[in-house]
């Protein structure tokens, strides 16, 4: 079997095994990642999924894939006529289609579930399918930067307006001022991206997401991690937190 996974049964919504066995690895984790707009989650998910060699189940990616496909499960079809709508998709809903690719949360190389839990409604939900499924979740990673930070991140970031390639004005800027490298075409700054509209991002955030730290930390299983520094130094940063919480969970365990 493939040392790669192809996340097919997470897009798919069907029982076909994506991971290669534990046997291959010293063992497997399962993993919750939050964070607001701009730490760079989406990198670090990518990092994490090669250095553990876990599935990277993204409710994001499943959506931008469900694009391209006809044959969608009944709640992924459900969940993208709301979006078509212009409205929220619910916690119902969303629980619906993890539940629909429940087989994931027993993936043996193990996952790394992004983009849900975003309410306590559905943290708690998801703590009760966990429980149903017998899954026990090694830790919650949150990603960490001050408001200043994550408005200089996303506030710098430019957009080509023809091929969308993205630019950022201080880490990766364009070799012409406004002008994309790869089709010429003009950078712009989405208007999501203008400090204003982050602004009010993060206040969506912290009143629908940032209690969702309480809900874990109760159970332990919260890790803060700052996401200051390049991916890599953030990377180490969260395998050294890591590798501490699940050791102290084992010496409980013990006792």
Partial sequence: MSEKSTRNGWFQGSEIHCCSPTSSRSRSY?????????????????????????????????????????????????????????????????????????????????????????????????????????????????????LEQIVDRLGGRRTCSGCKAVYHLKSNPPKAVGVCDQCGGELICRDDDRPEAITVRMKAYDAATRPLNDHYANQGRLLKISADGSPLEILQRTLDALGGIVLNRRARERV
């Fill in 30 to 146: 399962r993993l919750i990642l939050l964070g607001p707009p701009g730490v760079g989650k989406g990198t670090q998910a990518q990092l994490l999924s090669e250095k553990l060699r876990a599935c990277h189940l993204s409710t994001g990616d499943l959506f931008r894939s469900a694009a391209c496909q006809s044959d969608l499960s009944p709640a992924l079809e459900a969940a993208l006529s709301a979006m078509r709508r212009g409205e929220l998709v619910s916690d119902e809903l969303v629980m619906s289609m993890i539940r629909e690719r429940q087989h994931c949360l027993h993936c043996q190389g193990g996952f790394l579930l992004d983009g849900v839990p975003r309410t306590i409604c559905q943290a708690k939900a998801l703590d009760e399918l966990l429980h149903e499924l017998d899954v026990d979740l090694d830790a919650v990673i949150s990603y960490e930067l001050p």
